[in-house]
């Protein structure tokens, strides 16, 4: 007998704990308070074994990600410019998440009664509260690096680590190697431990869905139904918006680019491995894009390396629908300083795992807004459905960027003469 995937073992774990939540409500409400009172610290043990292992693991992989990216852009021209369209297009979607997510939640209808039960079952040590400019300019850098990181700051954690990590750029290469090793081993140490909690993940995730839904009814699936709605609705605008990039930056036909990346876009939602889809993505770039091989050999394995567009939308998504459930209200501060950290987080969580990817990066984006991180939980049981359009849009945004950067580097010019381009309409 085969047992079931780690990823349908938590979504097993949610369809029994809103099965078991609703039933005891319905039938024997007594004995659902009893089970909340049960299943309420269990969750919370779940979710404080994965909070702990946030800020050593963002720490490192800021540093690691600074590394990976200045070693990158020293080793040429074309390195460069594809780093610099990497970064303009990743804050460019954290803008766009940061805009419209709260447009399209606050358009969507609020359950006080919603609001009430996460208030009262998934409780949290406070309420966002937007800071004045002046405040949040002076809390950007910390005074006290280690206390920051003990109250859980991360934005000024990250942007220590930002210091840090150009700082280890002067340093001698042997005495840089071994900060990088010990970084590297902070990181794998930092996962395991993920895996490990992870692995009790259908446990809490059903703990935390029975308290909720034996409170909040079948509210609480309605509302999980609109975060995977409006994630995938999310992951389609961008790419959506790449198309409309390749015709301003790149000089070419959103049609003609539409055709050339199918073959590509069909195997990242087969496979939903950006990876798995970079041959797919080689072939289209060069022969049916007409890119040059200087260009696409190498701005390719740095976008499956370095570049997801969907990864910031993704943790910007996933805590405005936490300040939504939690009827809290984001200020314009607030959530610039929330995309400013996904941008930076993304590009160094790209190799993580699915699921520890998402604990250990929306984790902190969630919690620097202010935010609670209880309801996490439940999303992390649903964030697997959007899946093949997150990955479908990464493997768009990866040929964007390499027709972005193609265009801009005629140096790297070749004389092919097979390849057609994506010749303006």
């Known amino acids: 007998m085969r047992w079931p995937g780690a990823t349908a073992r938590v979504l097993l774990g949610l369809l029994a704990g809103a099965v078991v939540g609703l039933a005891l409500a319905h039938w024997n409400p007594a004995a659902a308070e009893r089970a909340v009172a049960i299943a309420q610290p269990i969750g919370r043990l779940w979710l404080s074994g994965l909070q702990m292992t946030v800020v050593p693991l963002v720490l490192a992989l800021v540093i690691l ?9 020293a080793s040429g021209r074309v390195a460069r410019r594809a780093m610099i369209v990497f970064i303009a297009l990743l804050s460019l979607f ?21 609001t009430a039960t996460l208030r009262g079952t998934l409780p949290s040590a406070g309420e966002a509260a937007a800071p004045g400019i002046a405040a949040w300019v002076g809390g950007i850098i910390p005074s006290n690096a280690i206390m920051a990181a003990a109250q859980g700051a991360m934005l000024p954690v990250v942007v220590f680590a930002l210091f840090f990590g150009f700082a280890l750029t002067r340093v001698q290469a042997e005495r840089r190697a071994q900060v990088i090793g010990l970084c590297h081993g902070i990181a794998d140490t930092m996962i395991v431990i993920v895996r490990w909690m992870l692995l009790a993940a259908p446990i809490g995730v059903f703990a935390l869905v029975l308290a909720v839904c034996a409170q909040a009814g079948i509210g609480v699936i309605g509302a999980l139904a609109g975060y995977i709605v409006l994630q995938c609705g999310m992951y389609l605008g961008a790419t959506l918006i790449c198309y409309a990039l390749v015709a301003l930056l790149a000089g070419g036909s959103p049609l003609a680019f539409a055709k050339a990346i199918l073959p590509a876009q069909v195997v990242a939602a087969s496979t939903q491995s950006s990876l ?25 394995p740095m976008a499956v390396t370095l570049f997801r567009i969907t990864s910031p939308i993704q943790y ?13 209200e984001l200020g314009a501060v607030t959530l610039a300083a929330g995309a400013a950290l996904a941008v930076v987080i993304s590009l160094g969580s790209i190799g993580l795992p699915g699921q520890v990817s998402f604990m250990a990066t929306v984790m902190p984006v969630t919690q620097s807004m202010g935010l609670p991180i209880e309801p996490l939980g439940l999303l992390l049981a649903v964030d697997t459905i959007p899946d093949v359009f997150a990955t479908t849009g990464n493997v768009t945004g990866d040929l964007t960027a390499t027709s972005i950067v193609a265009r801009h580097s005629p140096d790297a010019q070749d004389s092919d003469e097979d390849a057609p381009g994506i010749a303006a309409d």
């Open 94 to 114: 954290a803008a766009y998440a940061a805009t419209v997510a709260p447009l399209v939640l606050s358009a969507m209808p609020h359950s006080p009664e919603l």
């Open 276 to 300: 798995a889809s970079l041959p797919a993505m080689l072939e289209s770039a060069r022969f049916r894009l007409g890119h040059p091989r200087a260009v696409a050999a190498l701005v390719l």
């Open 65 to 73: 990600g600074v590394a990976t990216a200045s070693d990158a852009a």
């Open 316 to 328: 910007i998504v996933a805590a405005c629908f936490v300040a939504w459930a939690y009827g809290i």
